[in-house]
């Protein structure tokens, strides 16, 4: 019932469902940030949380590649995973 903290893993991608974020894809990296070539790992949970910064999280938004929550095609794209920041 608690949370997970996955250190050395960098999320790919966001599977949705419909409106519904159903997994995250990671990828188990190396110190530096190279691949390690391990198989990815597919995360389920209830709750996600995108704290990437300012680089890493609207990058996380654009593999997942959904119009929607794409931050160059959708003027309130903040809304969908951040309803405290005012668009």
Known sequence: RGASLLV?????RLELQGDRIAAL?????QTD????????????ARHYVV?????NSPALLLRTAR???NP???RNWRQAFSPNIPA
């Open 51 to 55: 704290a990437g910064g300012a680089i």
């Open 67 to 69: 119009p929607s929550i």
């Open 25 to 29: 894809h990671c990828v188990p990296v």
């Open 8 to 12: 050395q893993t960098r999320a790919e």
């Open 33 to 44: 940030g190279r691949p390690q070539g391990q198989a990815a790992v597919r995360i389920v």
């Open 72 to 74: 160059k095609r959708s």
